[in-house]
């Protein structure tokens, strides 16, 4: 079985600044994804980002970029240029690669982040 | 926006009373998952199906059934309700091969 483990309840960042919220996993499986979710205050589940196992390249959108370390089973989430607008809950998620539809995410407890001016 | 809606979004009933919660797409996936959401454990799957009439169990299935008989619907039911169902319930939809899931807006369910 997959954990996804993600070992900061809380965390706070200035407006404009950077922040990391780490994320590691466990999986004996070499083929997967990862991906990283945002919850706001609104309760909607939001994708930010997916980053496949075998690519070695760290995905990116906008703002937001990963750093998979897949020897060491680590998918870090960088956040550049905080803003308000990035507070909320963030989760970690892993998916074991099946055909078919047995694709479960498996979810970390989640990093409440908080950008303050 | 991912065409995705539940329902209903709010509801509170009794130990013991069935329940079922709905969730509607608008774009025909094959695939769609119900998850919950409690404090310390994130969203863990409950069911999930992968067409009309085609249903699995999830991780946390006991106490729960589903049915889809229309592509567009999927119906998480609770038979009996009891106090630990008490949760946010996401329903969710995979529409494609890059295996990402885009979730509705939850049902937030409270059994007293």
């Known amino acids: 079985a997959q954990t996804v483990t993600q070992s900061q309840p809380e965390m706070s960042v200035q407006e404009a600044e950077t922040v990391t919220l780490s994320c590691t996993y466990d999986t004996s499986e070499s083929n997967y994804y990862l991906f990283w979710y945002k919850q706001p205050p609104s309760r909607q589940m939001i994708l930010v980002i997916r980053q496949e196992a075998y690519k070695q390249q760290n995905a990116t959108e906008n703002r937001f970029s990963v750093n998979f370390q897949k020897a060491a089973k680590s998918f870090s989430l960088k956040i550049s240029d905080s803003q308000l607008g990035d507070t909320a809950m963030y989760f970690c998620?892993?998916?074991?690669?099946?055909?078919?539809?047995?694709?479960?995410?498996?979810f970390g407890t989640g990093t409440q982040l908080k950008v303050e001016l | 926006d991912a065409g995705i809606t539940q329902s209903p979004r709010h509801k509170v009933t009794e130990t013991g009373t069935p329940v079922t919660l709905r969730c509607h797409q608008t774009?025909?996936?094959?695939?769609m998952y119900w998850y919950r959401q409690d404090p310390g454990h994130g969203l863990r799957l409950i069911h999930y199906s992968y067409g009309v009439k085609d249903t699995d169990k999830g991780e946390v299935s006991d106490g729960y059934s589903v049915s889809r008989s229309k592509t567009e619907d999927f119906l998480l039911t609770l038979e009996s309700a009891t106090s630990s169902q008490t949760s946010v319930y996401f329903c969710?939809?995979?529409?494609?091969?890059?295996?990402?899931?885009?979730f509705g807006p939850g049902t937030r369910l409270t059994v007293t």
């Open positions: 998620a892993f998916m074991k690669h099946i055909t078919g539809g047995g694709n479960k995410l498996t």
């Open positions: 774009e025909n996936h094959r695939y």
């Open positions: 969710a939809i995979r529409p494609g091969d890059n295996y990402e899931q885009y």
